[in-house]
């Protein structure tokens, strides 16, 4: 497959875009693909199979440590080796599309975010992804990044990535180089296997901070705010 054409694109700049299970290429951008899963995409797609996160995560995923960051990172497996379809596309589409990850929603965008070290302001960049196969550009469907960002449902995945990227940054402002074994394993659970954090958190002295959570879609998001922060203090400490 071809390398995509990728393209800075204003914020207020319009754009012709649309997909459906009309166009030729349909389900073409499920395949050959490596899906990295955030710590929200996780919470949608176990509640939506009705999963515990551990359990999403054993039958679902497979997890490497990232060469850039040192961080456990999360990708949905393949249907096999050769076949490197996405697991949950179908001949009629994603089968779990009311809940896809964000970077699913997001295409054929890309949305960047950095922080100043100095100021600690946040910023946003989005790209424009072309690739030879999608059919989807020829569209008339005229629209802007705000549009696409709310009927896509994109509010509280960026909300949720971007709580992610303040762990980041955290343990690229702590000068650690390498963690351990276990400062990984507690990565992986705070961010990623939040049922078993949960336990975890119950059997610990922090159970008076989750004990109220409720084990639902916006309880899980309030345990990963409070995980997340958690992990800021314990492994890198960050007291922002």
Request: neutral net charge; aromatic residues 10%.
């Amino acid at each position: 497959m071809n390398s995509p054409n990728i393209t800075k694109l204003d914020p207020k700049e319009p754009f012709y875009f649309e997909c459906h299970s009309k166009i030729k290429c349909f389900n073409e951008c499920c395949q050959n693909l490596h899906q990295v899963l955030s710590p929200y995409d996780i919470i949608r797609l176990k509640h939506f199979l009705n999963d515990d996160s551990s359990i999403f995560l054993k039958t679902y995923t497979q997890s490497y440590i990232g060469p850039e960051t040192g961080m456990p990172v999360v990708e949905l497996k393949t249907k096999s080796q050769k076949d490197q379809h996405c697991i949950f596309v179908s001949p009629d589409g994603c089968q779990v599309y009311s809940d896809r990850p964000s970077t699913c929603r997001y295409y054929p965008l890309g949305r960047l975010v950095s922080r100043s070290r100095e100021t600690g302001r946040k910023t946003e960049s989005f790209v424009m992804i072309k690739e030879s196969h999608c059919m989807g550009h020829a569209s008339q469907c005229k629209q802007n990044i705000e549009q696409w960002q709310m009927t896509q449902e994109l509010t509280m995945f960026d909300q949720c990535n971007d709580w992610m990227l303040e762990l980041i940054a955290a343990k690229k402002q702590s000068g650690m180089r390498t963690l351990s074994g276990n400062q990984r394993y507690l990565l992986y659970m705070g961010c990623y296997d939040l049922d078993t954090f949960r336990q975890y958190a119950i059997d610990s002295d922090l159970k008076s901070a989750i004990n109220t959570l409720p084990n639902s879609i916006s309880g899980d998001v309030q345990l990963l705010e409070f995980s997340l922060k958690w992990l800021q203090q314990t492994i890198f400490g960050d007291q922002s």
